[in-house]
């Protein structure tokens, strides 16, 4: 079969982003793109032909990378999966059995493309984003559709949209199914056969700068180890610059590079609370993932996907005074416009304790990789696309 991915909201980049660039050529990419990717490539091997369309990059981002001989390559293969833009350049054949969306896309009747058998809407947020031009366009052209939820909590805030279009276009024409994110576990056993060694004190921020990095840099300023070190990694290319000693950023980086310094990271501090005012909930998180795996200890809220997912492996802090767990846990969008969630004594409070009790701070380092490789490795979760599609057929 010919399968389209659509994967948006890549337009800043450190790279463009493709399979190789993301590996080992300085390309970072979200946990969206990175899940795209892989089940891409792993969809190929069983002889489907794979494109993967995202945005351009910024016309600044284009022209400055431009300079340093960096160009798009339209229609670029790599590891089986053709990449492209929205126009889909470069691509000759541009008729498909399957188109597979995700985020906030919507404008399926500007493609250049032509679907014959299945949308799939891939679920990665909290809202199911253009509900009414997923409907019309698999109306107007026959085909069925299918949701692709990414977790429990996922699915508990977007589950009721899914089976209303389930049940007023039938259960034969509509496949609902959950399927958790992967890991990208040959990279993570590329990393590991160098036998890199744990960095006393080192902390990492390797999310999107704004989902809490100026409190985990506020909280490990506060901490009074001369060893210390931050490094701030973000596939956005936001972290503002900061001269101080213990602070390092490299911004957007490949995975090779980032997971290299994951594995020689103790903690990775992740707040939740973004410049918007809101508490950020994640559908699923990669970047937790990745740090288990790679035996990094998880400072964090119980929050979103979280807590299902990672359970005894990441280090919960109480939420703030004057929110309650239960509430926040049922609404896909919280607010905080009195910043109670920029607290850090909490964080450096929790630092303290794990600095006191290192059996509790190495249960990730010794149990880590296990647990995540056998819940997400990619075998695993390509296996259950595979035969979501068959079903969907």
Known sequence: MRIAFITIGNSRRSNYVNGYTMRYEGGSCSGTDTSVILIAEYLSKFGNDIVVATDDLEPELKNEYGKSGINYDYGYSYNGVSYTNLNFDGISNKKFDILISMLWFENYDVLPISVSNSLIYWSHMQWIYGIDSIVNYVQKHNLNLGFVHISDWEKKMTGNLSRTIQKNLGEESVKIETIPNPIMDEMIDEVLKEKPIKKPRKFIFHASWARGGDIAYSAIDKLNYEDKEFHAFDYLITIPSNDTKFFHKHDG??????????????????????????????????????????GVTVITYPLGALYDNYKEYCQWLHLPVGFDLDIVQNEPLTKDLDGKFKIDENIVQMIHYLEQNPQVKNLVKDNGYNYITSKYKLENIGNMWLNYIENLK
Not at 277 to 292: G, L, M, P
Request: negative net charge.
């Open 253 to 294: 980086v490949d995975k090779k590079t980032l997971f290299k310094h994951l594995a020689e990271s103790e903690y990775f501090i992740y707040p939740l609370y973004t410049p918007y005012q809101d508490v950020h909930k994640d559908t699923f998180s990669c970047v937790v993932a990745e740090a288990i795996a790679l």
